[in-house]
């Protein structure tokens, strides 16, 4: 009977004894302060970018305070041992922004080219801001706004079981800024900045232990499209690379800045051709608290720069822009001309506008005649792609060939209006697209006569070519880039 005694006892000193030897660091603590009873495991973190609870960051708080999860928000941990594959619900390809053509009347440059997101709250304002992509207001102006919750958890022997310790709950917006020409007017480097602001919302427990800190950074991975370079070459940090601060000073003070950079190999010319490199970024969260070892990096919703030198962009041959969208150019059928305009007669693009809506809605009344003709452009799931005659000799030929199908089909006598005085031959999709109307020459029969012919007033057809070629050289539209022409009231 002491033998057994005995061996019971040994056998339960042995499995305190293993239980001991698999706990974190932090494991003990005192038994009168046990905390938040929790399922979640030491490193276990949230990102959050559902727009109510980014609006309302409280609903995170009480749920970890009741139940030391957040499964009642019917959320998982986003980094940590209990992480959960995120399922991704934005769509590049769908996603798109539109410009006014009039902000290029006459093919001006505007005063703004960036119109840039002025403030965190224009960003909290529009809806995507909080979705896993983010706004992209247009192609130089972006932010992004998410929870991030991390709790400090500790696991013992008694109580038995795991217990939230503390917790970090802020809201973050960051918003970038790409931009046009080079950082400090070098002919090498393209780059963006980023403005980042913490809202702390909820700091408690060990979080405001002293020499507790957050830090913040932007992490960027970029590829070489065209080019060539080591992939930090194609994304680097710039002058700010992150800022560390205990919770405390980033309640008090929540912003901070970022910058990327990309260095391309040699200045833009033509014999460089385009040189590109496209970026991953996204910022990321470190936490140090003192006897803790268990926290990770926990990373924010990621985005997509692209920086470009392409010399045939004469009003800006280097620069930057938020690629995860696709841009588009809106033409209005109300845009007329008025030439009694004050200052000198206003242009307008209203018989562009009519032609290219119409011929859209119903394609088969279209000339030259086809049945189930294929008009793309109007969607960014089924857009155009610019073709640049200073590209290259093949996209010359290319735009050459677009432009003798037109003319010579315009001048056969079948297409009514013309040719005349004070009208012109207008056709869509354009010439400056690969989708022009000798497609069929380099992609397949399949696309003769995918295109549309209309005599129109020629004032009125030079100053949509006008407006078109000074938008694509603003919003750096490079030559293949995926675009859309919008035609509104």
């Not at 970890?64 to 009642?72: E, K, P």
């Not at 922004?97 to 997101?117: C, L, M």
């Not at 896993?132 to 991030?148: A, E, M, P, T, V």
């Not at 020409?181 to 979080?207: I, N």
Request: some cysteine; hydrophobic content about 30%.
């Amino acid at each position: 009977m002491l033998f057994r005694r005995r061996a019971t006892v040994v056998t339960a000193l042995s499995a305190v004894l293993l239980a001991l030897s698999v706990l974190p660091a932090q494991a003990a603590d005192t038994p009168e302060d046990p905390g938040q009873a929790t399922s979640l495991k030491p490193g276990d973190a949230y990102v959050i970018t559902d727009p109510k609870l980014v609006a309302d960051p409280q609903k995170v708080v009480d749920a970890l305070s009741a139940d030391g999860d957040l499964g009642q928000l019917d959320l998982k941990p986003t980094s940590g041992p209990s992480a959960q594959p995120k399922n991704q619900t934005k769509d590049a390809a769908g996603r798109s922004y539109t410009v006014p053509s009039e902000r290029f009347n006459r093919g001006r440059k505007p005063a703004d080219p960036y119109q840039y997101i002025d403030n965190v709250d224009e960003c909290a304002a529009n809806d995507s801001s909080s979705n896993d992509g983010g706004w992209i207001k247009n192609r130089f102006s972006y932010c992004q706004r998410h929870l991030i919750a991390i709790p400090a958890i500790q696991c013992g022997l008694w109580p038995p079981g795991c217990y939230i310790k503390g917790w970090f709950v802020s809201r973050n917006t960051i918003i970038g800024k790409a931009k046009i020409g080079g950082w400090f007017d070098s002919s090498y480097y393209r780059y963006a900045d980023f403005d980042l602001d913490v809202d702390v919302w909820s700091s408690t427990g060990h979080f405001n232990k002293p020499g507790a800190t957050m830090k913040a950074e932007l992490e960027c991975d970029g590829t070489w499209e065209s080019g060539n370079g080591s992939a930090e070459d194609a994304c680097d940090s710039g002058m700010y690379e992150g800022r560390t601060a205990s919770p405390g000073a980033w309640k008090r003070d929540g912003k901070t800045k970022f910058d990327l950079v990309s260095f391309a190999s040699s200045p833009p010319s033509a014999a460089a051709g385009a040189q590109i490199a496209n970026a991953d970024f996204r910022p990321k969260y470190e936490f140090t608290i003192p006897g803790y070892d268990q926290f990770q990096p926990t990373d924010g919703e990621e985005g997509k720069l692209r920086f470009d030198s392409a010399a045939y962009l004469r009003r800006g041959n280097m620069g930057a822009v938020f690629s995860d969208t696709t841009p588009a150019l809106r033409y209005d059928r109300s845009d007329t001309s008025d030439p009694s305009a004050p200052g000198e007669p206003y242009l307008g693009v209203a018989a562009v506008a009519n032609h290219i809506g119409d011929a859209r809605n119903d394609p088969d009344s279209t000339l030259p005649p086809k049945s189930d003709k294929n008009l793309p452009g109007a969607e960014a799931t089924d857009p155009l792609h610019r073709l640049v005659p200073a590209a290259g000799a093949t996209q010359r030929t290319r735009v050459r060939d677009n432009r003798n199908v037109v003319r010579a089909y315009c001048n056969g006598g079948d297409v009514p209006g013309g040719p005349a005085d004070g009208v012109q031959c207008d056709e869509y999709p354009f010439a400056s697209s690969y989708e022009g109307a000798a497609r069929y020459m380099y992609d397949g029969t399949q696309y003769e006569y995918d295109y549309s012919v209309k005599y129109i007033d020629s004032q009125e057809n030079e100053e949509a070519g006008r407006r078109l070629n000074a938008w694509y050289e603003n919003d750096r539209i490079i030559d293949n880039d995926a675009f859309v022409i919008a035609i509104g009231d």
